[in-house]
């Protein structure tokens, strides 16, 4: 592949729902530029973006993936990003390097909800946005419904630029509005149409639809806006102006219409880009810190280089593979930069432009071109690659934590050994999942996007590198506090030959507020019990408590005032007072009215309004708490407050609920009061477990 400045680039995101046709459009894209010598298909396993084991064997993308093409002198990257809602965090790492993005919508099911988060995203992002209605050749597809789904979610600003000849399976090609121009397609052909009369019985409706897109392009231009009232209509030209001044402006979204898998209306979704998407070099200027100060950076190929890292992928063979935008000056082949987050050197040997999991090598990519190089050596997702005489940092996508957590579990000896090793390289490509440990539980945690999205990676951990795990819920970490008050007094005293033990600690135990953790208090006069030995009751209390009482979960959010005792010359000891310490401990929550804690947590779901009602009574039955309620557009949020263990199976139950058509996110508020009925089942299955266990070690 030839070098291409950064005026002649175009990168382009295809956005969209589960299963809307977006890798379909990257592969029926690819063979019509000719990087592919047949169309490839989704179900065949063998689209040019979807490389990845896991991808192919559920038809789904599940990672962004890359797609340099040439059209018309122009070089289009498509990145096609997955659009299944646990994704939606590579989706937001992606569009970082995207300036312009095409929604790609299903003609039978019309606008639905991940279609409408990532527009949202890209739209944050100030990207030019445009429309295309695929799989028009479908059974029950409508080109008139699904505009009125896009124009609800969208507004009127979402135009059709296109209307189809033909409907469902008669689909066969496309009416150019702004032209007036007719094109027919071989189905599966090369993409690329003929140019045919209109339809004479779509003639009216497409001279009304050209109207409509003639208004709409002149209303934000004054100037075409006179020449419209005066002349009552406008040149193509002009069309093409006010279509392309309002795309910029975010007022405009161009509709067209598409069947990738039989590759139809192809070369037109080409043209769009080359046409209508913002060059890089266009693009506002990057923002990032240089020596400490904030600044700007324009994406030009004059001055000093500078690239962005915006994805990480581990792959077995060819070992880290780091995607990157250029953002400023020229990177060359073999070239040496900087990491500057490490402050390490990296050499960028073989670059090169991506189709798919492959690597074309290229001598050097300039500002606004994607590219991708193997093999660096501390670079990963978010880090900034500079010129060591200017070294720019830009920010790394900010991603939320993980909505869910599992219990990861090695199946032998030898997969605990290698699983370590082998989740480290999937964090490394993976910035949204979480891998720790569980410091009460005792359990190695794998958390992320949905329980689907740890599945998919313990399905990797096992093809990949031959680890085999199992998952299983997360223990409930709860916690014992207290309600009442207590005034104690702890004794130990134990006389054998020699030397004896004898400690004694009067304490007063009093509640906290919730999350205080715990405070000690020495309220100690006159020597009762010598100074060197108060630490040693603190400690033996603390023992105690990270033990339990009721459950043997830790005690939590409570005070103890140490303010008598007595002690031995010769008997007493750190021991000893750590003893009546625990003593103290276990006699005071006795008194103290012992309740169980458990963990609370923030829900935010989103999903189609019609669905409103069930999932609140489902919260209900969950023993939650609806906080607050939000409507943007057809899509209804509804945020609460849940007991985290009755979120456990929540993302199987929403897809139920919802025929996969909502997305949650779950992060810990607060722990809170377990009522008494489950606390006693709790306490019940605490006891029995340790009943258990101490049977085996007899």
């Given at each position: 592949?030839?070098?291409?400045?950064?005026?002649?680039?175009r990168n382009v995101a295809l956005i969209g729902h589960l299963n809307s046709g977006k890798t379909s459009v990257a592969a029926a894209?690819?063979?019509?530029?000719?990087?592919?010598?047949?169309?490839?298909?989704?179900?065949?396993?063998?689209?040019?973006?979807?490389?990845?084991?896991?991808?192919?064997?559920?038809?789904?993308?599940?990672?962004?993936?890359?797609?340099?093409?040439?059209?018309?002198?122009?070089?289009?990257?498509?990145?096609?990003?997955?659009?299944?809602?646990?994704?939606?965090?590579?989706?937001?790492?992606?569009?970082?390097?995207?300036?312009?993005?095409?929604?790609?919508?299903?003609?039978?099911?019309?606008?639905?909800?991940?279609?409408?988060?990532?527009?949202?995203?890209?739209?944050?992002?100030?990207?030019?946005?445009?429309?295309?209605?695929?799989?028009?050749?479908?059974?029950?597809?409508?080109?008139?419904?699904?505009?009125?789904?896009?124009?609800?979610?969208?507004?009127?600003?979402?135009?059709?630029?296109?209307?189809?000849?033909?409907?469902?399976?008669?689909?066969?090609?496309?009416?150019?509005?702004?032209?007036?121009?007719?094109?027919?397609?071989?189905?599966?052909?090369?993409?690329?149409?003929?140019?045919?009369?209109?339809?004479?019985?779509?003639?009216?409706?497409?001279?009304?639809?050209?109207?409509?897109?003639?208004?709409?392009?002149?209303?934000?231009?004054?100037?075409?806006?006179?020449?419209?009232?005066?002349?009552?209509?406008?040149?193509?030209?002009?069309?093409?102006?006010?279509?392309?001044?309002?795309?910029?402006?975010?007022?405009?979204?161009?509709?067209?219409?598409?069947?990738?898998?039989?590759?139809?209306?192809?070369?037109?979704?080409?043209?769009?880009?080359?046409?209508?998407?913002?060059?890089?070099?266009?693009?506002?200027?990057?923002?990032?810190?240089?020596?400490?100060?904030?600044?700007?950076?324009?994406?030009?190929?004059?001055?000093?280089?500078?690239?962005?890292?915006?994805?990480?992928?581990?792959?077995?063979?060819?070992?880290?593979?780091?995607?990157?935008?250029?953002?400023?000056?020229?990177?060359?082949?073999?070239?040496?930069?900087?990491?500057?987050?490490?402050?390490?050197?990296?050499?960028?040997?073989?670059?090169?432009?991506?189709?798919?999991?492959?690597?074309?090598?290229?001598?050097?990519?300039?500002?606004?071109?994607?590219?991708?190089?193997?093999?660096?050596?501390?670079?990963?997702?978010?880090?900034?690659?500079?010129?060591?005489?200017?070294?720019?940092?830009?920010?790394?996508?900010?991603?939320?934590?993980?909505?869910?957590?599992?219990?990861?579990?090695?199946?032998?000896?030898?997969?605990?050994?290698?699983?370590?090793?082998?989740?480290?390289?999937?964090?490394?490509?993976?910035?949204?999942?979480?891998?720790?440990?569980?410091?009460?539980?005792?359990?190695?945690?794998?958390?992320?996007?949905?329980?689907?999205?740890?599945?998919?990676?313990?399905?990797?951990?096992?093809?990949?590198?031959?680890?085999?795990?199992?998952?299983?819920?997360?223990?409930?970490?709860?916690?014992?506090?207290?309600?009442?008050?207590?005034?104690?007094?702890?004794?130990?005293?134990?006389?054998?030959?020699?030397?004896?033990?004898?400690?004694?600690?009067?304490?007063?135990?009093?509640?906290?507020?919730?999350?205080?953790?715990?405070?000690?208090?020495?309220?100690?006069?006159?020597?009762?019990?010598?100074?060197?030995?108060?630490?040693?009751?603190?400690?033996?209390?603390?023992?105690?408590?990270?033990?339990?009482?009721?459950?043997?979960?830790?005690?939590?959010?409570?005070?103890?005032?140490?303010?008598?005792?007595?002690?031995?010359?010769?008997?007493?000891?750190?021991?000893?007072?750590?003893?009546?310490?625990?003593?103290?401990?276990?006699?005071?929550?006795?008194?103290?009215?012992?309740?169980?804690?458990?963990?609370?947590?923030?829900?935010?779901?989103?999903?189609?309004?019609?669905?409103?009602?069930?999932?609140?009574?489902?919260?209900?039955?969950?023993?939650?708490?609806?906080?607050?309620?939000?409507?943007?557009?057809?899509?209804?949020?509804?945020?609460?407050?849940?007991?985290?263990?009755?979120?456990?199976?929540?993302?199987?139950?929403?897809?139920?609920?919802?025929?996969?058509?909502?997305?949650?996110?779950?992060?810990?508020?607060?722990?809170?009061?377990?009522?008494?009925?489950?606390?006693?089942?709790?306490?019940a299955a605490a006891k029995a477990a340790k009943t258990g266990v101490e049977e085996e070690e007899e």
């Amino acid at each position: 592949m030839k070098v291409y400045d950064g005026n002649d680039v175009r990168n382009v995101a295809l956005i969209g729902h589960l299963n809307s046709g977006k890798t379909s459009v990257a592969a029926a894209a690819a063979f019509t530029c000719g990087a592919t010598n047949r169309l490839t298909r989704v179900d065949e396993g063998n689209t040019p973006t979807d490389f990845d084991d896991e991808a192919i064997a559920r038809k789904i993308t599940i990672a962004s993936a890359v797609a340099s093409l040439e059209w018309k002198k122009t070089k289009i990257n498509f990145l096609d990003t997955p659009g299944f809602n646990i994704f939606t965090n590579d989706v937001k790492q992606t569009l970082v390097a995207a300036d312009g993005a095409l929604a790609i919508i299903d003609g039978v099911a019309g606008v639905e909800v991940q279609t409408e988060r990532t527009w949202a995203i890209a739209g944050e992002y100030g990207l030019c946005r445009g429309i295309v209605i695929n799989k028009l050749d479908r059974e029950r597809a409508s080109f008139e419904r699904t505009m009125e789904s896009i124009q609800a979610a969208f507004g009127r600003g979402a135009v059709a630029v296109q209307f189809p000849i033909g409907a469902e399976r008669e689909f066969k090609g496309v009416v150019d509005l702004l032209t007036m121009k007719a094109f027919t397609y071989t189905l599966g052909g090369d993409g690329k149409g003929q140019e045919c009369e209109i339809p004479a019985n779509l003639a009216e409706a497409a001279q009304k639809a050209h109207e409509a897109l003639i208004e709409i392009a002149a209303e934000g231009d004054d100037k075409l806006m006179e020449e419209f009232f005066e002349q009552g209509t406008l040149p193509a030209e002009h069309i093409h102006d006010g279509i392309l001044k309002g795309i910029e402006e975010g007022r405009i979204f161009p509709v067209m219409c598409a069947a990738a898998g039989s590759n139809i209306g192809t070369d037109e979704i080409l043209d769009f880009c080359v046409g209508y998407i913002d060059a890089p070099t266009h693009r506002p200027k990057w923002k990032g810190t240089l020596n400490g100060k904030e600044t700007e950076r324009t994406i030009s190929s004059d001055g000093p280089a500078s690239a962005f890292v915006f994805k990480t992928t581990a792959d077995p063979f060819q070992g880290r593979v780091s995607y990157f935008k250029v953002i400023s000056g020229v990177i060359k082949n073999d070239a040496h930069l900087n990491n500057v987050r490490t402050g390490g050197d990296e050499r960028l040997a073989h670059i090169g432009c991506l189709l798919g999991k492959a690597i074309q090598p290229v001598t050097e990519l300039r500002a606004g071109d994607i590219g991708a190089v193997a093999k660096l050596r501390d670079t990963l997702t978010g880090d900034t690659l500079a010129d060591k005489s200017s070294q720019i940092a830009y920010p790394p996508v900010e991603l939320p934590e993980p909505s869910i957590a599992y219990a990861i579990q090695a199946k032998t000896r030898n997969d605990e050994d290698k699983m370590g090793n082998g989740i480290h390289r999937i964090l490394e490509e993976d910035q949204s999942l979480r891998f720790y440990r569980d410091p009460q539980t005792k359990e190695f945690l794998l958390a992320g996007s949905g329980q689907q999205h740890v599945e998919i990676i313990c399905s990797k951990l096992k093809k990949r590198y031959h680890v085999d795990v199992e998952l299983h819920a997360p223990k409930i970490p709860y916690r014992e506090t207290i309600r009442g008050t207590a005034d104690v007094q702890g004794r130990h005293k134990k006389q054998t030959g020699g030397h004896g033990q004898f400690g004694d600690c009067k304490i007063k135990m009093s509640p906290l507020p919730r999350g205080e953790k715990f405070e000690f208090v020495n309220d100690i006069f006159g020597g009762a019990i010598p100074r060197q030995f108060v630490p040693a009751v603190e400690k033996g209390i603390l023992e105690a408590a990270e033990r339990g009482y009721l459950a043997g979960f830790p005690v939590v959010d409570f005070r103890v005032t140490l303010y008598d005792g007595s002690y031995h010359d010769v008997d007493s000891n750190e021991m000893s007072f750590k003893m009546a310490g625990r003593k103290a401990f276990r006699l005071a929550m006795e008194q103290a009215k012992p309740a169980l804690l458990e963990p609370i947590m923030d829900v935010e779901v989103q999903a189609p309004v019609e669905y409103a009602g069930d999932l609140m009574g489902d919260f209900n039955g969950r023993r939650g708490r609806v906080s607050g309620m939000d409507v943007k557009g057809t899509t209804q949020i509804i945020k609460a407050q849940v007991p985290m263990s009755e979120m456990l199976s929540y993302q199987n139950d929403l897809i139920s609920m919802t025929q996969g058509r909502a997305s949650f996110h779950m992060e810990f508020s607060h722990y809170d009061y377990l009522p008494s009925q489950q606390a006693e089942k709790v306490i019940a299955a605490a006891k029995a477990a340790k009943t258990g266990v101490e049977e085996e070690e007899e």
